[in-house]
């Protein structure tokens, strides 16, 4: 009995495999709907149901969103004589069976992190050849944060729409006055500490290979700090640590030229005072990780605070305790100084802390 080789066989075989493969999978993916030409456009809008939770920390938002496409497939139109009839209108599973037979749009929201947490589809099919699809997802989402107007800061809870598998060649992205009126948030949307505003579209193509470019929409929620928590917590510790140097300069006194409270007084509220600050520093930082890093308002006030902490430090070393300005040019020129230094730094540091404050709400 002739034995047939086992290694060709199988490599046949794995060959035969990989061709039905092919044909199958080419069979099973329509071919974009090229009747009236390339680009395809597709409408495409997103409005936010609700908010779970918004991680500034880690630039993360979590919510239930509405992504909604909308575009012409000639090869979905109904007989001429069921033009009246009504769309056809399948949600959930029997939706995701009839997006197997159709073309269908490759959008993925491309700020997506991690698997959703919920995945439903609704599909319409209108005589005419219009096609609507509804996909409600609940995820993860990351976002940049700017807080350098923190406490009065507005930030933006972005939902990515990209078609980055097809060049904007073949697929166009665009969006009408009904996507814009489709595109807002739920009337019960919440988040605490925060208040809902509006939803705008743009239009932001991402680069692709070979001088292409990929079609994208950028729907971005628009949502307000309400500071009054923030304020009471952060900001009038940080206002009222400005005192501290200041203290240090006006609860001494001089007669003729000469200081009346020790220096090693003075120094300790000046000491006591620089711990204070870092311990804020450290809590505030430690709630608040993304204030670390850039230029806020936050950091205006903590730079503001260990200046004038120094300075402090510095007029009581040079004044009280070498009597410096005496030795140079006399005791009357040093009081005179002294009371000029005791006006000016607390203004300039009234001038610039207001500065800075009036800056975030502007």
């Known amino acids: 009995m002739t034995m047939v080789p086992l290694r060709p066989f199988l490599v046949c075989l794995a060959s035969l495999l990989a061709l039905f493969a092919f044909v199958t999978a080419g069979l099973a993916a329509p071919p974009l709907p090229r009747d009236k030409g390339l680009p395809i456009t597709v409408q495409a809008g997103a409005s936010v149901l609700s908010i ?5 920390n880690t630039g993360t938002y979590r919510a239930t969103v509405d992504l909604r496409l909308r575009w012409n497939d000639s090869r ?17 599973s029997a939706a995701e069976a009839r997006m197997k037979d159709i073309w269908i749009p490759p959008v993925r929201i491309a700020n997506q992190t991690g698997e959703a947490l919920r995945s439903e589809y609704g599909l319409r099919i209108y005589p005419s050849g219009r096609a609507e699809l509804l996909h409600r997802v609940t995820a993860d989402f990351t976002v940049g944060v700017d807080v350098q107007r923190f406490p009065f800061d507005r930030q933006k809870l972005t939902i990515e729409i990209a078609a980055d598998t097809l060049t904007t060649a073949e697929m166009q992205l665009r969006f009408d006055q009904s996507d814009i009126d489709f595109s807002r948030p739920s009337a019960n949307a919440e988040l605490a500490g925060w208040s809902i505003g509006l939803i705008d579209l743009k239009s932001a193509p991402l680069p692709g290979w070979y001088n292409g470019s990929h079609a994208r929409i950028v729907a971005a929620l628009d949502i307000k700090r309400q500071p009054g928590l923030v304020v009471a917590s952060i900001f009038i510790p940080l206002l009222a640590s400005l005192l501290i140097p200041l203290l240090a300069i006006w609860l001494n006194s001089m007669e003729d030229g000469v200081f ?8 300790n509220i000046i000491i006591g005072g620089l711990f204070a600050v870092i311990a804020l520093n450290f809590t505030v930082y430690s709630s608040y990780t993304v204030l670390s890093v850039g230029d806020n308002t936050v950091n205006r006030l903590f730079a503001l605070n260990y200046i004038g902490l120094a300075s402090a430090l510095f007029v009581n070393i040079l004044f009280s305790r070498f009597n410096v300005i005496a030795r140079l040019f006399g005791p009357y020129v040093q009081e005179q100084a002294y009371v000029t230094l005791m ?3 607390p203004t300039l540091i009234l001038v610039l802390a207001t500065a800075f404050m009036l800056a975030a709400y502007v």
């Open 52 to 56: 779970e939770s918004f991680d500034e």
């Open 76 to 92: 979905l139109a109904a007989p001429a004589d069921a033009g009246g009839a009504p769309p056809e209108t399948l949600r959930g």
């Open 260 to 267: 009346q409270v020790d220096t090693y007084e003075m120094v």
């Open 343 to 345: 006006w000016t730094i």
